[in-house]
């Protein structure tokens, strides 16, 4: 054991087996083996161009390198990596190099050190990891806007709720391109976030304070996709930012989603009955014969705790954690790691179960000028009159009142006894869903042309964020 | 697919692929198939019990469940239910028995739901490691008292810090001390959520509602070591109390080591000197031939983040959900059992690291009076020979800022000076860090014999938590 | 300003007016006042007792801080200490004192730190809030027992949901004994706490490591109600755990009380429409004069967010902390005050509005057999039959598909089918809510004797815990 | 009371006080009144522009409101507000335009909902405590950065640490340099949330639907400096993505702080001696009169669990709220809030904090090569020379364990030792700290030039993000 460890030359006395056994971390780090590899291969382009080993010695570092990149790629690697007792990827992935490369292998660790290793590898993974959930949120915004074509096209209405009670008619379209609102924000976090992940490149920066070899890092950098080489080698090492950013972004990703899953699960009540989920989407009971779940937005919507506790774990760990690198980074990698990887999984499934909901357009449109849902409209029209807003509602919520204890809607005879009482003209104030959704006059309002104009800007705003020349990012070097 | 499913007979569609690996919970709960397979047997006993089976078939089942057990305790269990495509480790266990008993299998789930099978199963599991926990906090508790007896002999003294400033002359058996009075709080917390655990057993608590089928309950019950069955189904089936206890009482016991790992961590530098870590619980550098890094209290250290996250992310998912059962739940349970064997790790790790920790008596006792840790004797002499606290303090603090000044420890002078400036005489003031700490007088003081009295204190209470009689339950049936 | 502080004697320069006024807890514990009153009363008697202050002093003092106790009843001393630059309540005080009492006053604080006053007026703090805590759950159990009572009395039905689908038939009255079992254990965990509070006093232990000076902490301890004194001061000092375990009871509170509020929600909206909620607990809108929003029930589901917070920050500040007191701990103080405060208004509120709740009788028994939730029954009678549960379950399944499409609910049309298809017959399937309900066998099922016996049970629970003979504590000394 | 609400006409009953105490956010919000003024006042502009008032009305409003933010500036609103039993700011401030334009105060809700006023409001909010947030980090980056300068020139050296052991020698202005760079992303954060809170303006989305009112509202938006109005109205009253963006900006910024500040509390140890705190910024103990403790450095590094506490308990309560308003937001806006008041003022403490930081040079200088932290360099040398990684490492940890047997450092026998064991002739292996550091060759080093060139290129990249024409937004509308 003591000498497959890649320090111990110091050491007299073999590690406490148990001991080592806790401070593994390869259950959590197996998932960056690819992104190892690949930042291998530029550490041999830093030492090949800094002339610190000779080309053929970088040849056959390059060649075991590919071969366990292949390996990875076809599955083999995992397998190989857990019988074995390395104490993390990075070390499963050394002593692979090894067995293909014995004495190459031997000096691929040269300037390098586990700590810029670490962070760089860690970086390469939030950048694939950021532009995939990018990739995820962007196909829901879509489906969202198509849908909100769709129905804008069926006129299918809603009565919007705040509270959970009925407040005021609007289309099933402005509710959809609400989401996509929501979702949209989520593209641009993750955007930011893959931006971010590929300026500065650690490799390079050894254990705290660079090297003394002539290590090419630029064009290490450049041979990731980074920017720049990092500039300072005790913040480069230390500094998991770019990964809590992810983190954090996933959060919220979850949290967005959580809020619509919500409401699907409560509108796929019989109660309620707004969406019927396909049997695909649905789960039943080992019990109840009867039962038809929606399994997958309740998971959806509590993966946002899971999400935020991992965050609060990634960011527990660095508060109070002195500059430079401490094991204690070793957890923040792997809440973070694990968050990440469960949230994707939730984000993915959020974006496959949503075209199973069958909106129910009769039930939700029939719904959407029940509970007295237009009564802001007369007490606007009663404003537009000329009374002023506290006498306007006021005037109205007498006549809800009296209808409510009638057990009826709001009727023309309402709209008389409120221009008696208020001795207004009252012009135009709609008395069913339609024509209240018709009168709104605002930007941004559930008129079907106001939605028509926001969903072609959802459109815009997102093709522009996925267009390869929209950077937000201001290097310098 | 469809067959395999305990559910399904009003379903037409197959369940969507994707969506069906998203809600599988198998890599999450298979650590609960000891558990469940126990859990499973009582419920033949509930069955066999109640009448609903006979005889053979509750034999069968009872076979079947025990070959299920054996393979569980050789690993055979859980590489073969990786292969299967089943939804958690419960449908797994389903499976394996009717793979062994085919036709009884098929009555195993009679009157049973995948509700009340889960309520008990996590309750089994977290009575266990409850118990785990509180034992492992004891063996923490009895070395740090064992410690503490073996230092007082030594009378290895410490420099007591507030704010991490030299404060007073401590015994460094009294920072032991300390150290084993918050385990001993962890102890009992661990203590309540093992005998909460079997307060209630849920199983026969059905779906939601109880049974139509006269389920044996309280022979099930006792056969699980529950004081009794639970009284409301509705409560048993979506309450995760005990559970969430659990995560609290582990995210407690990790923070209590996560203190003592900060001030190892410290004391390891040179810059202190006042521990020197076995080289079994030291780590070297990959880069860094010299390092002798404190990585397992580290690793400790920061566990305290990670299993505050879980319990935030349990918390999270319960809050806002209503009662019964929500597919939410299942998050839940992952997070709980993911936070509780990651967190039991680290505690055993802080078990198994603390005998590696060799106390430097000799530079320890050197700083105990140093950075003027004996002013507040000096100041309490004061008072007692009848000056005002607020003078005293005035007085000495002048004095140590004019020792500070010289670069020099207070002593005899500045007695002296005192005594003019405040016209007491002063008795016996302490200048060096022995007599300070035998002047203490008060009960839980630093003073040898305080500090034994403290030790034997608690090497009484631990045991009074250990014994078997002490039960703080008051249940009711 | 210099000398106003209570410590200086040390010091040239005076403090930096704006890290001074950052370094003041004042506005966050302000609400300690009562406590440290308490606590300085008790210093006094371990003072007198130790024979270090005379009788003149220690009746000067004990008088003044009467008046200051006064003053703080009176709602006086708030109003002036926010005029004042004290850095924290226990500086206001001992400011008053010395108002009320010049040379008394300065003995004061002989012989005691801050560190000690603090830890016993956060304790005294926590032991008072954790009781009234327990009344207020207390107060819960009781109204939803009696409002089960009423409710099993008026045989009043509901479709209990899982995954909020209609699962089976219960009784309102099982719903309410869920939520008074849940409601018990919150009693239970306040009860704990109160009890944990007050075990072992800080009172005496100086900043550290005791004191040179005779104080008579047993008696301290006693006035105070503690059962003894502490025995390792620093562990006293700069423990934070009573609190702790107040913070995460009363988050655990919220989260119980989160989980009835979004039920009451989402009965309240006209879908539902299981319950009314009185105008007295019930808000408006400022635009829509219709609404009629069940906002305490919101808030107190959202404050269960808030109450997971301040656990998480106090958690947050005492993890990886150093033994012994740090600044630290100022900040967890001020977030479990803030955060107990505000939950315990949300408890409070949460039993204030819960009388408001108009259960809707008859539209939540109507709805009771609505959505197939007599299935399970079904397939219970066929397995009583004799067929494996799988069977009967898949059978079942085919007749509720079929049913719905064909728009109605299970009747006896489908008995025959099935027990045609399943060659059973059928005794006793229950087609009806309250068949359904009465049919079930189990302890802890909604069958209304099972219920009533629950509601019994969980009174003789309650009584035991408010019984004042019923310590669960085990102290030593 | 029911005429003061600015609902109710439809309520019979009055409501309860102690829930509309319960209810009521005046304590939370109260810090939102200068916003609020000036939304109304950007809804007047909304109304006057869109001739649903007439000018006179308009110019009474504008006047009455003026009247208010003098009010709110010299400070008498607050204490006004504190007497009334309004239920937040919103209706405090409502209520003054009333007393000052009764006639005209009737209209000033005209076409407006809570809802986006609320949001709007709390948006300006966001937006000006973002700013001031920028401010404040590029401040204390500029200080960083300005004092790196110095240090460098005056070659403070340093042993850099990881995992607190000493790991090899660096330049103190290359650990001013880390941290320069932590916050220079912080800085980042801060600007993009400033940038983002002003893209969208809710104000004239009324409840949930927009208005059926003619409101202006892109001059409403452009008078508040907002980019645009928003474009769904559902979305932009019910979501609080962008002060949920604060919030984590908050807490990422005081996670940098509290590493910082963590190191300087360490330092500030006579163990470490690296830093002395001015008076100014130390405090002393009530008990013990040496003491000097680094409050200030303590309070900030707690501060970032109260932000992560605020930051989960906002997420918290959005999750899984439905879209649209939810009296739930109430509480997330108080955390935001809170935290963000909470945070910003740690954040000011830190940067007023460190300019009294006073480096030891000498002894840090002392102690940059104990601890044999040139090892690494040794190890290089033999790279360099041609043998491979594994093997320099384990010839170089052979000698350190000599040495440290020895109670030495490294020297030139240690050298020879090592060039006979490995044949290898080593050059220019630096065994003073010195030449350590001026040894490094690598972009990012420690090396002088290269800290040198770091700190010019912070210079820059800070310039350009407080250029006023940077900006990152790409909105459309």
Redesign the interface.
């Known amino acids: 054991m003591k000498n497959e ?12 087996e ?2 080592l056994r ?2 593994s971390s390869l259950n959590d780090d197996l998932v960056l083996a690819p992104f190892d590899v690949i930042c291998s291969r530029a550490h041999v382009v830093a030492l090949r161009n800094g002339t ?1 080993i000779d080309e053929a010695t970088a040849d056959a570092l390059d060649t075991a390198l590919a071969h366990v990149a292949k390996e990875i790629a076809e599955g083999d690697f995992t397998s190989w990596a857990e019988t074995t007792d390395c104490e993390d990827v990075h070390g499963a992935i050394d002593r692979r190099v090894r067995d293909y490369a014995p ?1 190459a292998g ?10 810029d290793q670490v962070a760089t590898t860690l970086l390469l993974y939030v950048a694939d990891r950021a532009r995939e959930a990018e990739t995820i949120a962007s196909r829901i915004v879509q489906h969202l806007v198509a849908t909100a074509e769709r129905e804008l096209a069926a006129k299918t209405m809603l009565a ?11 289309l099933l379209a ?2 959809l ?6 979702f949209l ?1 989520v593209v641009r976090r993750f955007h ?1 976030v893959a931006e971010d992940a590929i300026r500065f490149c650690p490799l ?12 090419a ?2 064009e290490a950098a450049a041979y990731l996709g980074f920017t720049a ?8 090492i ?2 998991r ?1 770019v990964a ?1 950013d992810l983190m ?1 972004a996933v ?2 990703a979850l ?1 967005e989603a ?6 699907i ?2 509108w ?5 009955g707004y969406v019927r989920l ?19 937005f ?2 959806v ?6 999400a ?21 980074l ?3 990698k ?2 973070i790691i ?1 968050g990440t990887e469960r949230g994707l ?2 984000l ?2 959020f974006a ?2 949503l075209p ?1 909901i069958d909106f129910q357009r009769e039930r939700m449109s029939t ?1 959407a000028a ?4 237009v ?7 009663l ?2 009159a000329g009374l ?4 306007a ?6 006549r ?2 009296i209808a ?1 204890q009638e057990g009826r809607d709001l009727n023309a005879s309402d709209i008389t006894a409120i221009a008696d009482a208020t001795t207004c003209t009252i012009h135009g104030a709609p008395l069913d869903a339609a024509a209240s ?1 018709a ?9 079907p042309e ?2 028509a ?2 969903l072609a ?2 459109r ?2 997102l093709a ?2 996925e267009s390869p020349c ?1 950077h ?1 990012s ?4």
């Open positions: 460890l890649q320090w111990g030359g110091r050491f007299n006395a073999a590690p406490d148990a001991l806790f401070g610190i004495a031997d000096r691929l660790h040269s300037g390098r050190s586990r700590n919007a709720t705040t509270h959970w009670q009925p407040a005021q008619p609007i402005f509710w391109a609400a989401g996509a609102e929501g924000r930011r390079g920066s050894g254990a705290v304070s660079g090297s003394t070899l002539p290590l890092r630029r080489p990092s500039r300072v080698a005790l913040d480069a230390g500094n930012d809590c954090h959060a919220r949290i959580s809020r619509i899953s919500e409401e699960v409560i796929a009540t019989p109660a309620f396909d049997d695909a989407a649905s789960t039943g009971s080992s019990l109840m014969p009867q039962k038809r779940n929606p399994d997958p309740e998971l919507r509590s993966s946002a705790a899971g935020i506790g991992a965050l609060t774990a990634a960011l527990g760990t660095l508060s109070g954690l002195a500059l430079s690198y401490h094991r204690d070793q957890e923040t792997a809440h694990s999984a939730a993915r499934a496959q179960a199973y719904h029940q509970g007295y849902t009564a802001t409209d007369v007490a606007d029209a404003i537009g002023p807003a506290r006498a509602h006021e005037a109205v919520g007498t809800v009142a409510e959704i009168a709104k006059r605002t930007i941004g309002s559930t008129a106001h939605v104009k926001a800007s959802i815009v705003e522009s964020l929209n937000e201001e290097t310098t070097d």
